[in-house]
């Protein structure tokens, strides 16, 4: 008699091990903080150098062009009309555009023309003594801030090492990416230290582990370092990214979305103009429209447009844009100046005594006044040499970590290697898969608002994924 054997049941493979969530992120953000690090510090470093010298560029300005920039004739100032005349009987086949009176003793008045041969936001500037009414050279002129020569070839180093467009990807690429490797060391920082603590009972995140040797030290003030200008590092990223072309597209467009862009000076004299303030007030100030004389020289009544907007606050360090027609006003606008927090403007007809339009940095909306101050900061404009050296001294301690993170991969070495090994691979597929969606989502959102960094990021993803799946 035949005994059957019963079939065995088929086993059912195990689950995919979901690793914990917390120590697989760590390993995720640690392997990208690496290759991040190995693959983007050339950029970040280019910048930090570029922008140290950035930083000290408005002092250098004052030193390299004193001959334009200051005199030591004493005495009386002649008016300013005066002294824009005497600019154009030295450039007599250039269109005036505006003059920036002299705001101390010692100082000359930049008289700016507008010059063909010239790039974009360029502007001829020629230089008087506002004392004896005499030329002290000519410059070109680049932008608000009127960089001079020096400090213009240095911005373009720092924004596009003179390349161009092409050239302007590679300081979008690092302001995308430096605010990912801040906030990663930051975390892995904070993790490494906690774990310390708990293994040894010292440690601090400001002041790291004392007493370490080799490539522990190293990582440690690695650590230390990016832990102090974290914070710089994060302002500084979003602030480039608002100059920058793809990103700086975008917040544009958020801006605008927002209501939240610069506000803006009428200066038509199309509409009803409102009286001048102070001792200006009551001299005509009804008439509406444009001048009744439009063959008037505008170069006159420069002073009573000077004298109209300084009766209303709009004074110190300004630049009085000269009307090209009879229908435009004469706009007094405040520059960007050491310590000056915000900037006003006020659209003024002289040949009325008249106040056509009033824009007061009070009056702007929040996010225009954070966009100005910023841009100030990173600019090292807003707290004079102060500013200047605070933003040295983060592009150096920038420089030194990115130097102590090369050596750190570099003690990482094994004997049979010529680089230190990364982090382990493959982390992504270990995670729940919600938390790895979400990850995969939120990389592509930020793909489409900072495209330098969200699509290399999916790309890293998607490689780190499959790679580590054949491994």
Known sequence: MSTSVPSATPKTPPPPRIAPVGPT???????????????????????????ALYALSPTAEQLVYRQQLHTDAQGPATSV?????????????????????????????????????????????????????????????????????????????????????????????????????ALGGVALWVVQI?????????????????????????????????????????????TGLTWSTYAGEHVSDLRAAMNWTTPAVDASLTGSPTTAGGEHAGHGSGATGPSADP????????????????????????????????????????????????????????????????????DWPLAAKLSSWGVQLHMGLLFGVANQLLLLAVMAALIVMIILGYRSWWQRRGRARRVGAAPARGTLRSLPRPVGVAIVAGAAAVGWFLPLLGWPLLAFLAIDSAVGRRN
């Open 25 to 51: 992120l760590t390993a995720l953000v640690r392997r990208l903080h690496f290759y991040a690090g190995v693959l983007i510090a050339p950029f970040l470093l280019v910048a930090a150098v570029t922008g």
């Open 81 to 181: 009309a005066e002294q824009v005349r005497a600019a154009q009987l030295v450039r007599p086949d250039l269109h005036l555009s505006g003059v920036q009176p002299a705001t101390d003793p010692g100082d000359t008045t930049r008289v700016l023309f507008d010059d063909p041969t010239l790039g974009e936001s360029e502007r001829r500037a020629v230089f008087i003594d506002p004392v004896t009414a005499e030329s002290r050279g000519e410059l070109v002129s680049y932008g608000s801030s009127g960089a001079l020569p020096l400090r213009t070839w240095i911005d373009r180093l720092h924004r596009d090492l003179h390349l161009g467009d092409p050239g302007r990807l590679y300081s979008e690429l690092a302001a995308s990416w430096l605010w990912v490797v």
């Open 295 to 362: 063959s008037l020289d505008a170069v006159a009544e420069i002073d009573g447009a000077l004298a109209i907007a300084r009766a209303n606050g709009v004074d110190g360090a300004v630049e009085v844009h000269v009307p090209t027609d009879d229908t435009t006003a004469f706009t007094v606008s405040q520059r960007r100046v050491s310590w000056r927090a915000g900037t006003s403007s006020i659209a003024v007809d002289p040949s009325r005594d008249a106040v056509v339009d009033v824009n007061r940095f009070d």
């Open 194 to 238: 906690h774990k310390r603590r708990r293994a040894t009972g010292r440690g601090s995140f400001l002041r790291g582990v004392p007493g370490l040797g080799g490539r522990a030290r190293t990582v440690n003030r690695h650590g230390v370092i990016g832990v102090w200008i974290a914070i710089a590092l994060l302002f500084l990223s979003a």
